[in-house]
């Protein structure tokens, strides 16, 4: 039998990596002509900071997951999970395609919001 925490683990690693298929190197090409301000010192980091924050957040699932297995509230949980991360991949794809930082800060605060609604409901 395949435990919970290898289910909600490929589920957070296949959406993660999921988000490059839907990137050109156009898309690319427009981000990194944009200005950065110069403290923008850990872009490098980026990739190494996001696995975390996803291995935090598969991790704190698995926990929510193991508590009440299968009750309507647990599935409610892990549907806000699951849409969080949705938001969070869509970020990059979405906002290089519509080629607009506002879009952007759009989805970055529908992320907050949804992080704000996981937190009160747990």
Known sequence: MIESWMR???VTFLMAFSSS?????????W??????????TFERLILIIWTIIFICGAWSAY????????TQKTWLLMTLYLLLEIV???YTPVMFW?????VGTIIG????VLSLILILTV
């Open 98 to 102: 519509m080629q607009s930082l506002k």
């Open 31 to 40: 981000f990194r002509r944009l200005q950065r301000p110069h403290w923008l």
């Open 88 to 90: 969070t991949i869509a």
């Open 109 to 112: 605060g529908t992320g907050f």
């Open 63 to 70: 926990m929510i997951w193991e508590q009440e297995a299968g």
């Open 21 to 29: 298929l839907f990137i050109s190197s156009r898309d690319g090409q």
């Open 8 to 10: 909600i683990g490929s």
